[in-house]
Antibody, heavy 117, light 108 residues
Framework: QVQLVQSGAEVKKPGASVKVSCKAS????????MNWVRQATGQGLEWMGW????????GYAQKFQGRVTMTRNTSISTAYMELGSLTSDDTAVYYC??????????WGQGTLVTVSS | SYVLTQPPSVSVAPGQTARITCGGN??????VHWYQQKPGQAPVLVVY???DRPSGIPERFSGSNSGNTATLTISGVEAGDEADYYC???????????FGTGTKITVL
């Protein structure tokens, strides 16, 4: 069965960076793009971008351009999302989600990132 | 940028039908997908490509899309359907995923 298992919660100071991992299993990692989506407490879903694990190609939401980097390690079927220059507004749960055509069919459990001084 | 608008909340009695709308400019020309999110959990895909259901999703969940409005319909609502629901499209002009504002379904 398809599973996406994310890394644990993080606490970061303003100005720092955070790197969240997403380990895929149950399917061929390089056959599906990966989306990253975040959700602040009590707020809606916000798409951050996608990555093609086969080519490494990426597409980022304009809001995060220059501040987000999505990478992968195909040998361990793991995708990464790194977000820099953190502020309190980046406090949120971050999800990886397998991209199937134009929707996300499987989601990770989420990683809480808290930005606090 | 493309905007998807949903009502903040919808209340429905058990056994009745809930309809959640998702408004967007000419949304009928796009494929719309719907997610259910229960408190503290990750979203779950319940309808894709306007009206298709992933395996394991009950037939009570159905979708339609035309003109400027897409609709998720939940028939025979159960207490377990209480959740937030989000619509989503791919906006080809910006090459961005776009999520709706979300609707909270309350089962009375």
């Amino acid at each position: 069965q398809v599973q996406l298992v994310q890394s644990g919660a993080e606490v970061k100071k303003p100005g720092a960076s955070v790197k969240v991992s997403c380990k895929a299993s149950g399917y061929t990692f390089t056959s599906y793009d990966m989306n990253w989506v975040r959700q602040a407490t009590g707020q809606g879903l916000e798409w951050m971008g996608w990555m093609n694990p086969n080519s490494g190609n990426t597409g980022y939401a304009q809001k995060f351009q220059g501040r987000v980097t999505m990478t992968r390690n195909t040998s361990i079927s793991t995708a990464y999302m790194e977000l820099g220059s953190l502020t309190s507004d980046d406090t949120a749960v971050y999800y990886c989600a397998r991209k199937s055509h134009w929707y996300s069919d499987y989601w990770g459990q989420g990683t809480l990132v808290t930005v606090s001084s | 940028s493309y905007v998807l608008t949903q009502p903040p909340s919808v209340s429905v009695a058990p056994g009745q039908t809930a309809r959640i709308t998702c408004g967007g400019n000419n949304i009928g020309s796009k494929s719309v997908h719907w997610y259910q999110q229960k408190p503290g959990q990750a979203p779950v895909l319940v309808v894709y490509d306007d009206s298709d259901r992933p395996s394991g999703i009950p037939e009570r969940f159905s979708g339609s899309n035309s003109g400027n409005t897409a609709t998720l319909t939940i028939s025979g609502v159960e207490a377990g359907d209480e959740a937030d629901y989000y619509c989503q499209v791919w906006d080809i002009s910006s090459d961005h995923y776009v999520f709706g504002t979300g609707t909270k379904i309350t089962v009375l």
